[in-house]
T-cell receptor
Framework: DADVTQTPRNRITKTGKRIMLECSQTKGHDRMYWYRQDPGLGLRLIYYSFDVKDINKGEISDGYSVSRQAQAKFSLSLESAIPNQTALYFC??????????????????FGPGTRLTVL | KNQVEQSPQSLIILEGKNCTLQCNYTVSPFSNLRWYKQDTGRGPVSLTIMTFSENTKSNGRYTATLDADTKQSSLHITASQLSDSASYICVVSAMGSYIPTFGRGTSLIVHP
């Protein structure tokens, strides 16, 4: 678990505030992801990045932005937080290995999560 | 729309007993199916992954099966332990897509 770290682990903020969640990894993986998890729902992909110059929207990117500052760092921002963004946020990394870019079978390694509450 | 349905939603068993969790999916075209274990307050950890040609995969006391024809998978846990208490999530990926579809998970509680 220490290979993928997320900061902060918990955050309470108010509606309209700008929030940044940070993810760092020491696994040397090129691929990084941001998910959110809501009670009673499955994880949903927000954004993903396959290298420093690559950013892709996931299933629910509206209201979020990301920055891939380096291979090891991937940040998620909420420009103007709203209450329905209250959720558990996970960062993940993966390595396609020999399968290359067309593979969706690479194992994802998740961080410990950030619990965000927007009042 | 791609969907993954898991059952039961929750399950309570006694330590040492076996159990089976179910996953039905409508993801198409199918690429692979993965089972994750998520302990409370932690991120998910991959248990098994199966592609179209595989119908059984084991990882210790965990055995996953896949029937690609009926689009069903199961995760069988043998001789359960207290540490098996967690949420088990089924995840299905479609060919050509990097956006997997996650099930809502089955919450398993193992009592001594």
């Amino acid at each position: 678990d220490a290979d993928v770290t997320q900061t902060p682990r918990n955050r309470i903020t108010k509606t309209g505030k700008r929030i940044m969640l940070e993810c760092s990894q020491t696994k040397g993986h090129d691929r990084m992801y941001w998910y959110r998890q809501d009670p009673g729902l499955g994880l949903r992909l927000i954004y993903y990045s396959f290298d420093v110059k690559d950013i892709n929207k996931g299933e629910i990117s509206d209201g979020y932005s990301v920055s891939r500052q380096a291979q090891a760092k991937f940040s998620l921002s909420l420009e103007s937080a709203i209450p329905n963004q209250t959720a558990l946020y996970f960062c993940a990394t993966s390595d396609p290995g020999l399968a290359g870019a067309i593979s969706s079978t690479d194992t994802q390694y998740f961080g410990p999560g950030t619990r965000l509450t927007v009042l | 729309k791609n969907q993954v349905e898991q059952s039961p939603q929750s399950l309570i068993i006694l330590e040492g007993k076996n159990c089976t969790l179910q996953c039905n999916y409508t993801v198409s075209p199918f690429s692979n199916l993965r089972w994750y274990k998520q302990d409370t307050g932690r991120g998910p950890v991959s248990l098994t992954i199966m592609t179209f040609s595989e119908n059984t995969k084991s990882n210790g006391r965990y055995t996953a099966t896949l029937d690609a024809d009926t689009k069903q998978s199961s995760l069988h846990i043998t001789a359960s332990q207290l540490s098996d208490s967690a949420s088990y999530i089924c995840v299905v990926s479609a060919m050509g897509s990097y956006i997997p579809t996650f099930g809502r998970g089955t919450s398993l509680i193992v009592h001594p």
